[in-house]
């Protein structure tokens, strides 16, 4: 423990050592090609519809739409054209949790169950300790158990009482791990303290003041609007449209709930280059401002401060986040020693966000240019290669020609578990279905009792175990790959 807060602490030193005035570089001879660069990773990664903004100083020096709305739809990305920015979100809840600091209605290092007495979790040391702080930087012992957001909804005072049932897989502040359910429970806590929702928090709070007039945290509003992006994903290379994520229906709005437009969010990133300040006035205290972007947590590619990823890109220190949520990826990025702030958003699950934030930073800075785009298309490739070895040493263990041990009927069932409640399985053609609240997953038989999930919505196997008088007692499911299968007990009927 002493050795991370020192490397933190570190971190941070050399961070504000490093946040220095920089060579001015003229933007628009930098940005030459840079057009030519966007549509060819469009074309490679086959994006819809992408756009892309640069601040500087106050004064927006560059923003553009490019491609589709809609897959085979006519209307055109403007940088009006509001996206979903998923946990791009991470940010404005921090920004929330500050702004409530400095009404003094929460302190970053007080324990969370001073203000929420009921709360708790699996792991007695971090209910007694965990503070705002540990919620917004990832180190709560919890990995992501991220399964919950797609597949159970619940109101979110629920989803948060229910996080007593899901297993840490490292102690309390030991090391990194993202975390969305942390960030739910500090958007419920500013909420709370505040006596309104974590929407009405954001909505008064940031997207008023600053004039984020595009930007919405629910979906059914920006589907109210005239200019907004329609999600995307690829299907086995095949592009086509999909529905929008509802974060409202699982209750976990503060971890990406967010939609916006480049030109809002260059707004809000020029509300962070200014330390709170937006439209003449001090929205949030610089004090807090300042901890909201201090190095916090060792990362694996630098640190995480409060909503915020704190690195060193090619020896230029840099504040950034990306989003992800189904059929839109986004990036921004904030380089303190120029006053400058990029943003790219686009409507399908795809690593360009990336590729053209990094590629607009270098331009910006006049660094040799590099080929993020080679490089990401050279790691996916290894990705489906490592998958298809998954796949081949899983397939080596089957048992060939092993049967169930009992007719697939008596499989069927309810199943309980108190984080995701109760759940059905059923009989589906030759296999199962086990049926969640929002969603089912297909299972067909491996071997003996064990079935493989559909990879889709999960990796891994689901097994039945049998009681003594060789009846179905439990079913065991892989819904978080860093801890043991979650048991749920089948029910009598």
Same mark, same amino acid.
């Given at each position: 423990?002493?050795?991370?807060?020192? @490397?933190?602490?570190?971190?941070?030193?050399?961070?504000?050592?490093?946040?220095?005035?920089?060579?001015?570089?003229?933007?628009?001879?930098?940005?030459?090609?840079?057009?030519?660069?966007?549509?060819?990773?469009?074309?490679?990664?086959?994006?819809?519809?992408?756009?892309?903004?640069?601040?500087?100083?106050?004064?927006?020096?560059?923003?553009?739409?490019?491609?589709?709305?809609?897959?085979?739809?006519?209307?055109?990305?403007?940088?009006?054209?509001?996206?979903?920015?998923?946990?791009?979100?991470?940010?404005?809840?921090?920004?929330?949790?500050?702004?409530?600091?400095?009404?003094?209605?929460?302190?970053?290092?007080?324990?969370?169950?001073?203000?929420?007495?009921?709360?708790?979790?699996?792991?007695?040391?971090?209910?007694?300790?965990?503070?705002?702080?540990?919620? @917004?930087?990832?180190?709560?012992?919890?990995?992501?158990? &991220?399964?919950?957001?797609?597949?159970?909804?619940? *109101?979110?005072?629920?989803?948060?009482?229910?996080?007593?049932?899901?297993?840490?897989?490292?102690?309390?502040?030991?090391?990194?791990?993202? &975390?969305?359910?942390?960030?739910?429970?500090?958007?419920?806590?500013?909420?709370?303290?505040?006596?309104?929702?974590?929407?009405?928090?954001?909505?008064?709070?940031?997207?008023?003041?600053?004039?984020?007039? &595009?930007?919405?945290?629910?979906?059914?509003?920006?589907?109210?609007?005239?200019?907004?992006?329609?999600?995307?994903?690829?299907?086995?290379?095949?592009?086509?449209?999909?529905?929008?994520?509802?974060?409202?229906?699982?209750?976990?709005?503060?971890?990406?709930?967010?939609?916006?437009?480049?030109?809002?969010?260059?707004?809000?990133?020029?509300?962070?280059?200014?330390?709170?300040?937006?439209?003449?006035?001090?929205?949030?205290?610089?004090?807090?401002?300042?901890?909201?972007?201090?190095?916090?947590?060792?990362?694996?590619?630098?640190?995480?401060?409060?909503?915020? &990823?704190?690195?060193?890109?090619?020896?230029?220190?840099?504040?950034?986040?990306?989003?992800?949520?189904?059929?839109?990826?986004?990036?921004?990025?904030?380089?303190?020693?120029?006053?400058?702030?990029?943003?790219?958003?686009?409507?399908?699950?795809?690593?360009?966000?990336?590729?053209?934030?990094?590629?607009?930073?270098?331009?910006?800075?006049?660094?040799?240019?590099?080929?993020?785009?080679?490089?990401?298309?050279?790691?996916?490739?290894?990705? /489906?290669?490592?998958?298809?070895?998954?796949?081949?040493?899983?397939?080596? @263990?089957?048992?060939?020609?092993?049967?169930?041990?009992?007719?697939?009927?008596?499989?069927?069932?309810?199943?309980?578990?108190?984080?995701?409640?109760?759940?059905?399985?059923?009989?589906?053609?030759?296999?199962?279905?086990? /049926?969640?609240?929002?969603?089912?997953?297909?299972?067909?038989?491996?071997?003996?009792?064990?079935?493989?999930?559909?990879?889709?919505?999960?990796?891994?196997?689901?097994?039945?175990?049998?009681?003594?008088? *060789?009846?179905?007692?439990?079913?065991?499911?892989?819904?978080?790959?860093?801890?043991?299968?979650?048991?749920?007990?089948?029910?009598?009927?």
């Amino acid at each position: 423990m002493k050795l991370i807060k020192l @490397l933190c602490l570190c971190a941070c030193l050399v961070w504000l050592a490093a946040v220095a005035p920089a060579a001015t570089v003229d933007a628009a001879k930098a940005l030459e090609g840079f057009d030519a660069s966007v549509v060819r990773a469009m074309r490679e990664l086959q994006v819809p519809g992408v756009a892309a903004g640069v601040i500087v100083d106050g004064t927006v020096t560059f923003a553009k739409g490019y491609g589709f709305r809609e897959l085979g739809k006519g209307a055109t990305v403007t940088p009006d054209t509001i996206f979903a920015v998923g946990s791009m979100t991470k940010s404005f809840t921090a920004v929330t949790v500050a702004a409530m600091v400095d009404e003094r209605k929460l302190n970053w290092d007080r324990p969370v169950r001073e203000y929420l007495p009921w709360f708790r979790m699996y792991d007695p040391v971090a209910t007694d300790l965990i503070t705002p702080r540990d919620l @917004l930087t990832h180190r709560s012992g919890l990995p992501g158990h &991220n399964f919950i957001r797609f597949s159970t909804p619940l *109101a979110r005072e629920e989803l948060v009482r229910r996080l007593r049932y899901l297993e840490p897989s490292h102690t309390f502040r030991e090391v990194y791990q993202y &975390n969305n359910l942390m960030y739910v429970t500090a958007g419920f806590l500013a909420g709370e303290v505040a006596g309104k929702s974590w929407e009405d928090l954001v909505e008064q709070r940031i997207f008023a003041p600053l004039g984020m007039n &595009n930007s919405t945290v629910r979906v059914a509003d920006t589907q109210k609007r005239a200019d907004f992006a329609k999600p995307h994903l690829n299907r086995n290379g095949t592009v086509q449209p999909t529905d929008f994520y509802d974060y409202q229906k699982f209750g976990v709005g503060p971890n990406g709930a967010v939609n916006s437009t480049v030109n809002d969010l260059l707004k809000y990133l020029q509300f962070h280059l200014d330390n709170g300040m937006a439209n003449g006035r001090q929205l949030i205290s610089t004090a807090q401002m300042q901890q909201l972007h201090r190095p916090v947590t060792v990362a694996p590619d630098g640190s995480y401060a409060l909503g915020w &990823n704190v690195q060193y890109h090619r020896g230029h220190a840099v504040l950034q986040h990306g989003g992800a949520i189904t059929g839109f990826t986004s990036m921004m990025v904030l380089i303190p020693e120029t006053k400058t702030g990029v943003v790219v958003l686009n409507n399908l699950g795809s690593s360009l966000p990336t590729v053209v934030a990094w590629d607009l930073v270098d331009r910006l800075l006049g660094l040799e240019p590099a080929d993020y785009l080679a490089e990401t298309i050279q790691r996916l490739e290894r990705g /489906r290669a490592a998958a298809e070895e998954k796949r081949k040493h899983t397939e080596a @263990l089957r048992v060939p020609g092993a049967k169930p041990s009992l007719e697939l009927d008596a499989y069927t069932g309810d199943y309980f578990h108190p984080a995701y409640g109760t759940i059905r399985v059923d009989r589906k053609d030759a296999g199962l279905i086990v /049926r969640f609240a929002a969603l089912n997953i297909l299972l067909t038989h491996f071997h003996y009792d064990t079935f493989e999930c559909d990879p889709e919505y999960l990796d891994g196997m689901a097994q039945f175990h049998l009681n003594p008088r *060789a009846q179905v007692s439990e079913l065991l499911l892989p819904l978080e790959p860093a801890v043991k299968p979650f048991v749920f007990l089948k029910l009598k009927r």
